[in-house]
């Protein structure tokens, strides 16, 4: 696996799927909504300026895209001409947090449903520890790539993504304290 799309990485879950691809060594491309809410702003553009560092990460508009990546993930809800054009040798999905409510045909792209997760995404201390049936983000992350490089495992248009949970209370609270602790200004600034 060597190049990797994704389409709306904005999301909590989008920046830890970029995050860990480039762990792996995979260069990723990533888009970004352009109507924001000023704390997404805020955040995203301090995350930006994190990943901004690898060289394996850069921000691009879809009309910028190659004309094929390994693997493609859409976590964006904007319907984009250009995404009809895409090529993935590995495959293209959609990015679901909840099963769909009706299985449409016109769905040109396979779907995967993400469990639940917990991550370093909420301010309230309460809701950034593991609840039943909850993964930690990049656990999610790890599983989805995975299960997204093996080529036979693509037959269904929805598929729900087993995660295996790798990662225990006490490692999660210190990632989530390092991310933190990367993203002070914010968090700083929610505080005040």
């Known amino acids: ?17 970029c995050e860990y691809m480039m762990k792996e060594g995979i260069q990723v491309d990533i888009t ?40 493609i993930f ?4 904007d319907s984009h001409e250009k995404q009809a054009e895409l090529k993935a040798t590995h495959g293209m999905y959609r990015l679901l947090f909840e099963e769909p409510k009706d ?6 792209v396979p779907a995967v449903v993400l469990p639940r997760m917990f991550g370093p995404w909420s301010l309230d201390e309460k809701r950034r520890t593991r609840e039943d049936h909850s993964f930690f983000v990049e656990d999610v992350a790890k599983d989805l790539l995975k299960w997204a490089s093996h080529t036979d495992q693509r037959q269904e248009m929805t598929h729900q993504l087993k995660v295996e949970r790798q990662t225990d209370d006490q490692q999660a609270k210190e990632i ?8 002070s200004t914010f968090f700083d600034k929610k505080q005040e």
Request: hydrophobic residues 35%; contains cysteine.
């Open 1 to 17: 696996m060597e190049t990797g799309l994704i389409i709306g990485a904005d999301e909590f879950f989008g920046l830890t799927l």
């Open 176 to 183: 989530i304290a390092e991310w933190k602790r990367q993203n």
């Open 103 to 108: 299985e449409s045909s016109k769905q040109r």
């Open 74 to 77: 859409i976590q964006s809800e």
């Open 32 to 71: 970004c909504p352009h109507d924001q809410t000023e704390e997404q702003k805020l955040l995203l553009g301090e995350r930006m300026m994190w990943l901004g560092r690898n060289d394996l990460v850069r921000v691009i508009d879809l009309q910028d895209s190659k004309e094929a990546y390994d693997l």
